[in-house]
């Protein structure tokens, strides 16, 4: 997702979440965002989503046929849909009504009769309804009903945070992804269908026709849409690193020349994304942008695009650089890495999709501007760091914590990669998590502990500040110059127990020195023949408070 806009103004040990959270957390929170045995029971591998739209109520009527395995004995399964949307039936596999029952917007079902554990089974929910309105999407979720400026009908929907049970029935819960999907939407003949994967067919009728698509990779649910409008499709092939794959647009009919020019950029920018950080982890399905109703999300190769064909953020460079990208393309589109194929367990751990995703904007940067525009370009990000409240969330509650996910999360990564100073080893670790985890759902623990052996070296202190406490550590530090050396004492406070980040400072002649610096405890160092002060330090590459 792209970053809230309030934000562009202005041996490894077990890491302790230390936020503190004012939020009181409810029964329905629990429900939301745990995991019971009426969750573990069962692993979704199969979903079949149809929907009918009814553009005037602006209501829905569909159904979701969902395949899974039995994994334990639970006489309860549940499935989640807002409690605002109304369930017609729920039928087995013989067309037997299902008993069940509703608590908030968690529904348990009587598990079908006759079903083992390990056993595959499935279960057909019928429902109909009004889903949410987006009040301001794609970041406070829901539908936007819309026109496009010839009165045509634009209709899509964002839900991530909020949960796809908004608007269909599913598993909500990000620790299962299934394993494929098929999405079949009834519309408006006057409309065209655009959703995730492959369009395999269109069938025909006179007032309403059904588009149907089928996505054959592991995708988590909020990245299951749609969007219906006076679309028009134009595609280019791509000759990827590992196979071919077709790169598809689909914009308003008036933009479509627009479109061919502005989106020019893609190519490239895929190529750089392949070469630092792999294949392009879903080439069956191809690569999509489809122009939405609202400014962007990273949907599963059909990433809504909404940036008005503007350079920047919509419209705007916050680098204040004078680059001339498309923030919402670049952005989105390394999303498909993270976020899409490595994906957390838990909206707690959101930082795995949004700190890294920032962070792969800097491979663009630099691949096409140098690497001095790109690390002016990460400084920029400490401007917009709001330092509010711990980027991780806490847990089982479907809470995600900081927007510092964004901005300080990608600060933090540029921070490590200039503290291991091999960037051979660095690009390694990133391509090696996107081989070792692709279509996987992850968490902080198990992340940080895979890198930290990739790079050869334990940084679970510099993960355990930046991501658990809600300021960057303090650098007290003394400059004494005595004759021809510099004297320096440093310490770090206000920081984890564990904190142990030396402090760069460069002389000028261009050479750097590391100066070794401890939470607490201050250390002296002697630099020989240099003259230095405050005026030294690398703040360029490290985002810290001084004192």
Not at 178 to 207: F, H
Not at 339 to 351: H, Y
Request: aromatic share 16%; proline share 4%.
């Amino acid at each position: 997702m792209t970053p809230f806009k309030l934000i562009s103004t202005a041996c490894i040990c077990l890491l302790l979440n230390t936020a503190t959270i004012s939020q009181t957390f409810t029964r329905a929170d629990s429900l939301r965002g745990g995991l019971r045995d009426e969750r573990t029971c069962y692993d979704v591998h199969y979903y079949k989503l149809h929907l009918q739209f009814n553009e005037t109520e602006q209501s829905i009527t569909g159904s979701n046929t969902i395949h899974a395995i039995k994994k334990s004995s639970s006489s309860f399964l549940q499935v989640d849909l807002f409690d605002n949307m109304t369930i017609t039936s729920i039928k087995d596999s013989r067309n037997r009504n299902l008993s069940y029952h509703r608590e908030h917007h968690a529904v348990f079902i009587e598990f079908p009769s006759g079903v083992d554990i390990g056993q595959t089974f499935y279960f057909t929910i019928h429902y109909s309804g009004k889903p949410l309105i987006a009040k301001n999407p794609p970041w406070d979720g829901g539908f936007t009903w819309s026109n496009d400026k010839n009165g045509n009908q634009w209709i899509s929907v964002s839900c991530e945070g909020i949960g796809a049970s908004l608007w269909w029935p599913n598993k909500d819960h990000l620790s299962d992804k299934p394993d494929s999907a098929t999405i079949l939407l009834t519309v408006p003949a006057n409309l065209y269908a655009v959703s995730n994967g492959e369009l395999r067919t269109i069938w025909p009728g006179d007032n309403y026709q059904t588009y149907e698509w089928h996505v054959s990779y592991p995708i988590n649910n909020y990245n299951i849409t749609f969007y219906l409008g006076d679309y028009v499709h134009f595609h280019e092939k791509y000759q990827g690193i590992e196979q071919d794959y077709l790169l598809q647009y689909y914009v308003l009919s008036y933009n479509l020349e627009r479109a061919k020019k502005h989106f020019e950029q893609v190519s490239p920018m895929l190529g750089y994304y392949e070469k630092y950080l792999g294949p392009y982890p879903f080439p069956r399905d191809g690569f999509a942008l489809v122009e939405a109703p609202y400014l962007g999300m990273e949907h599963q190769s059909a990433i809504a695009y909404g940036n008005d064909y503007k350079p920047g953020y919509d419209g705007f460079d916050y680098s204040m650089l004078g680059l001339n990208f498309d923030y919402i393309i670049i952005h989105e589109a390394a999303h498909e890495y993270w976020g899409n194929s490595v994906s957390m367990e838990d909206i707690a751990d959101m930082w795995i999709h949004e700190g890294f995703c920032t962070y792969s904007e800097i491979i663009y940067v630099e691949s096409r501007y140098g690497k001095e525009i790109a690390d002016r370009y990460a400084w920029s990000w400490q401007y917009r760091i709001m330092d509010d409240e711990p980027v991780i969330g806490p847990y089982h509650v479907n809470y995600q914590g900081s927007v510092d996910m964004y901005y300080k999360g990608a600060t933090m990564l540029h921070m490590l990669r200039h503290l291991v100073k091999d960037d051979e080893r660095w690009w390694n670790c990133l391509r090696n998590i996107q081989k070792d985890f692709r279509f996987r759902v992850t968490n902080t623990n198990e992340l940080v502990a895979y890198i930290n052996e990739q790079l050869g070296n334990d940084y679970t202190w510099l993960f355990n500040q930046y991501l658990r406490h809600k300021r960057p550590p303090l650098l007290e530090i003394k400059f004494q110059n005595k004759g021809k050396d510099t004297h320096i004492q440093t310490r770090w406070t206000d920081s984890s127990e564990d904190f142990c980040m030396p402090v760069f400072v460069m002389d000028d002649n261009g050479r750097e020195y590391a100066i070794p610096t401890r939470a607490g405890q201050w250390t002296e160092t002697i630099v020989k023949r240099s003259k230095l002060s405050m005026r030294n330090l690398d703040t360029l590459h490290y985002y810290y408070r001084t004192k």
